[in-house]
């Protein structure tokens, strides 16, 4: 037996509850997955910020500013100041979305400085077996 639902029953059935509050009416979605803190010592930030975009999408989170919130919102209390720290003297609200996880991924993954990477190479020295 296949059971069709339209696009309005769909959406409708998404809310768990309607409540009056004062002279508007409120209603609370359900919410489909569950995202947690980002972890810098067990998380990879690309990893997390693809999860981030899945969980926002199935949540219908559409505007970049509402996306924006609930990244800084969910992200965890030590992501949250460390991007707090890496946009001062701005505040992370003042940033877009791609920024704030642009300027995450220099800080947690910056490029290998090249005057390193050269010392390092000149350093070597060939064995006897080599």
Same mark, same amino acid.
């Given at each position: 037996?296949?059971?069709?639902?339209?696009?309005?029953?769909?959406?409708?059935?998404?809310?768990?509850?309607?409540?009056?509050?004062?002279?508007?009416?409120?209603?609370?979605?359900?919410?489909?997955?569950?995202?947690? /803190?980002?972890?810098?010592?067990?998380?990879?930030?690309?990893?997390?910020?693809?999860?981030?975009?899945?969980?926002?999408?199935?949540?219908?989170?559409?505007?970049?500013?509402?996306?924006?919130?609930?990244?800084?919102?969910?992200?965890?209390?030590?992501?949250?100041?460390?991007?707090?720290?890496?946009?001062?003297?701005?505040?992370?609200?003042?940033?877009?979305? /791609?920024?704030?996880?642009?300027?995450?991924?220099?800080?947690?993954?910056?490029?290998?400085?090249?005057?390193?990477?050269?010392?390092?190479?000149?350093?070597?020295?060939?064995?006897?077996?080599?």
């Amino acid at each position: 037996m296949d059971v069709m639902f339209s696009r309005e029953e769909m959406e409708k059935s998404r809310f768990k509850e309607t409540r009056k509050r004062g002279n508007a009416t409120v209603q609370s979605m359900a919410l489909y997955g569950v995202i947690g /803190q980002f972890n810098r010592d067990n998380d990879d930030w690309d990893a997390y910020c693809e999860r981030f975009d899945l969980y926002a999408t199935a949540n219908g989170i559409d505007s970049a500013e509402k996306r924006r919130a609930v990244f800084l919102t969910v992200c965890g209390a030590s992501t949250y100041e460390l991007i707090h720290s890496l946009v001062a003297p701005n505040k992370p609200n003042d940033k877009s979305l /791609q920024d704030l996880v642009k300027i995450v991924k220099e800080h947690l993954s910056p490029k290998p400085s090249s005057i390193v990477q050269r010392f390092h190479f000149n350093a070597c020295i060939q064995s006897e077996n080599e």
